[in-house]
């Protein structure tokens, strides 16, 4: 009796265990609800011109939820400053990486569209990201050196 009471004691527990890490693995992944919430950011580095490289600097927020996002950024291109607003989409991977496009506005006029690559880290409370292409609306495509970190502005969202 007692040996039938071990192994099914025995058993339980080995089923615990194996739901336990299974759910651990499953709760290491991203989805695009890793993405939503009140984001802070802010991006640096430098845009190419053909006259030369000029320093980039933005601080800014947005709300993410369902694959799009909209959102303010304060951004500084050689020292001039523009206040602007984004729309966007973006696309979460299960590896914890993803993709958005912004549409960046100024005085509600479309002027360029950036693509980002991020990574989440910090349990999907940060991103680290690198700009992979910026398109300016009168058609060229600038190339880049722009790193960006971002934080939830909530945690618990």
């Not at 506005?105 to 940060?126: Q, Y």
Request: charged share 10%; net charge neutral; glycine share 10%.
């Amino acid at each position: 009796m007692q040996t039938k009471f071990a192994a099914g004691l025995s058993l339980s527990l080995l089923i615990l265990c194996l739901t336990s890490v299974s759910a651990a693995v499953e709760a290491r992944s991203c989805s695009s609800a890793t993405a939503g919430g009140a984001w802070a950011f802010t991006y640096s580095g430098t845009v190419i011109l053909p006259t030369g490289a000029i320093p980039v600097a933005s601080t800014g927020r947005f709300s993410a939820k369902g694959g799009s996002l909209s959102g303010t950024e304060t951004r500084s291109l050689g020292g001039s400053v523009a206040y602007e607003t984004l729309t966007g989409t973006y696309v979460v991977d299960s590896d914890c990486t993803a993709t958005y496009s912004f549409e960046v506005f100024d005085s509600g006029v479309l002027v360029r569209i950036a693509t980002v690559n991020v990574v989440f880290d910090n349990n999907g409370r940060s991103v680290k990201g690198i700009f992979t292409s910026l398109v300016l609306t009168d058609g060229p495509n600038l190339p880049t050196v722009i790193t960006v970190t971002a934080a939830k502005i909530f945690p618990g969202e």
